[in-house]
């Protein structure tokens, strides 16, 4: 049975850090694109991150670029996602996911989410 688990949310203040990691079993993602998307109370689904699994790309939204960093292990079996000078507008369930090979909103795999909520 394929299962993608995330872990490393939880409540912080606007400012701080914290680095969710997705760790997979059952399967083997040595191809796989990894992505992270994030959907906030009352909003869509959002893609917010992505490493490619065709060259290692890395692809990020304009809502987090340059505050978060998305990393995978050598087996591309677990991913992170480094969450820098968190705002309380990043306040959402993070999910991870695998789709083959390219970065897309096709997904193959999801994690069940983790919460995230940036608040004084």
């Known amino acids: 049975q394929v299962q993608l688990v995330e872990s490393g949310g939880g409540l912080v203040q606007p400012g701080a850090s914290l680095r969710p990691s997705c760790a997979a079993s059952g399967v083997t993602l040595g191809s796989y694109a990894r992505s992270w998307f994030r959907q906030a109370p009352g909003k869509k689904r959002e893609a917010i991150s992505c490493?490619?699994?065709?060259?290692?790309?890395?692809y990020y939204a304009d809502s987090v670029k340059g505050r978060f960093t998305i990393s995978r292990d050598s087996h591309n079996n677990t991913v992170y996602l480094q969450m820098n000078s968190l705002k309380p507008e990043d306040t959402a369930v993070y999910y991870c996911?695998?789709?083959?090979?390219?970065?897309?909103?096709?997904?193959?795999?999801w994690g069940q989410g983790t919460q995230v909520t940036v608040s004084s």
């Open positions: 490493i490619s699994g065709a060259d290692g790309s890395l």
């Open positions: 996911s695998a789709s083959y090979f390219y970065c897309s909103d096709t997904v193959d795999y």
